[in-house]
T-cell receptor, first 111, second 112 residues
Framework: QKEVEQDPGPLSVPEGAIVSLNCTYS??????FMWYRQYSRKGPELLMY????GNKEDGRFTAQVDKSSKYISLFIRDSQPSDSATYLC???????????FGTGTKLQVIP | DGGITQSPKYLFRKEGQNVTLSCEQN?????MYWYRQDPGQGLRLIYY???????QKGDIAEGYSVSREKKESFPLTVTSAQKNPTAFYLC???????????FGSGTRLTVV
């Protein structure tokens, strides 16, 4: 079993839809949770990070962490074609501990 | 503008050759990392360095080597011992140990 599981998709939605992207994990030591967006043939860019459980909102993006269920989510409201990319979840115990990445979910927003 | 520069963008390697991928950052970050990305496997850590003149193996270090002689630079050499080197290579840096990596644009290496 992988430490971090992420549905690879692809996920296709119409423009304006609410998108839900999810990861599950098995390591209860993870404390910091990140979401990266990666456009084709580019490096990932950090979208959001959260510490421990709870929600964090930034514009159209909301990150949610449920440590009791070992489940994290990224919601995108009013999705745009420019949101079409691969979304990677990542998590770590903190400090200089190793960061474990999910395999990524490919999202396509159709105009 | 601050960031990470990886070069070249595309690289072709013949069988038995060593090739070196460049990674330079002007973010004044202490830690630097090399990842390999393959379809369906996510990012796998090759090597990382938390300070100049020191580096550690990641999960898939065999067939690779690195150096960290300057804070700004962390080149990766893919040696002939790496049997399946075709992949997308990403360099990253961080100032806080991993909560927020800054990635370069990557180098796509292909064996010909």
């Amino acid at each position: 079993q992988k430490e971090v599981e992420q549905d690879p998709g692809p996920l296709s939605v119409p423009e304006g839809a609410i998108v839900s992207l999810n990861c599950t994990y098995s390591n209860s030591a993870f404390q910091y949770f990140m979401w990266y967006r990666q456009y084709s043939r580019k490096g990932p860019e950090l979208l959001m990070y959260t510490y421990s459980s709870g929600n964090k909102e930034d514009g159209r993006f909301t990150a949610q962490v449920d440590k009791s269920s070992k489940y994290i989510s990224l919601f995108i409201r009013d999705s745009q074609p420019s949101d079409s990319a691969t979304y990677l979840c990542a998590m770590t115990g903190g400090g200089y501990q190793k960061v474990t990445f999910g395999t990524g979910t490919k999202l396509q927003v159709i105009p | 503008d601050g960031g990470i520069t990886q070069s070249p963008k595309y690289l072709f390697r013949k069988e038995g050759q060593n090739v070196t991928l460049s990674c330079e950052q002007n973010l004044n970050h202490d830690a630097m990392y090399w990842y390999r990305q393959d379809p369906g496997q996510g990012l796998r850590l090759i090597y990382y360095s938390q300070i100049v003149n020191d580096f550690q193996k990641g999960d898939i270090a065999e067939g690779y080597s690195v150096s960290r002689e300057k804070k700004e630079s962390f080149p990766l050499t893919v040696t002939s011992a790496q049997k399946n080197p075709t992949a997308f290579y990403l360099c990253a840096s961080s100032s806080d140990g991993g909560y927020g990596y800054t990635f370069g644009s990557g180098t796509r290496l292909t064996v010909v």
